[in-house]
């Protein structure tokens, strides 16, 4: 990666729908240049893919909440499995710690919170225990990369 690479990266980041011709008028290369460099940095996985980041809230899941699980290890990669499989966790980790995995997840309400808790993540195989806490104001949420 080079300093175009990264400075594509920067402004992709920032302004995911911003074109190639105005990318390519910015660094003063031609559009080809642009696509050939997201088409490399995509097929070598520096770029993941491409997203469009929602307001939750504004679309019916306004309560944001964290999990973490104590499990039993021999089962971990079938939680692990489990719990991707589930719409409303949109963020598993398997972290360090007191805990064996941290889930970030949105609900509808508190009744549908509790259906996700006790009926769906406490029902999978192996989980030993949860601590739920709900997140009360987002304070930074950009995504995830320093470049």
């Excluded at 993941?48 to 990669?77: H, R, S």
């Amino acid at each position: 990666m080079d300093e175009l690479d990264r400075n594509l990266l920067q402004h992709l980041k920032d302004q995911g729908r911003i074109s190639f011709r105005e990318l390519a008028h910015q660094f003063d290369v031609t559009s080809q240049t642009i696509s050939d460099r997201i088409t490399k940095m995509t097929e070598k996985g520096i770029i993941k893919g491409f997203t469009v980041i929602i307001d939750q809230a504004k679309v019916g899941y306004p309560i944001t909440f964290i999990v973490e699980l104590d499990v039993d290890l021999t089962k971990m990669k079938e939680i692990q499995k489990e719990l991707t499989g589930y719409p409303e966790l949109y963020q598993v980790h398997v972290v360090t710690g007191d805990h064996d995995i941290l889930v970030l997840g949105v609900a509808r309400d508190i009744t549908h919170l509790y259906e996700i808790i006790e009926e769906k993540i406490s029902n999978i195989e192996g989980i030993k225990a949860t601590k739920t806490s709900l997140s009360l104001k987002s304070v930074k949420d950009t995504p995830k990369c320093i470049i």
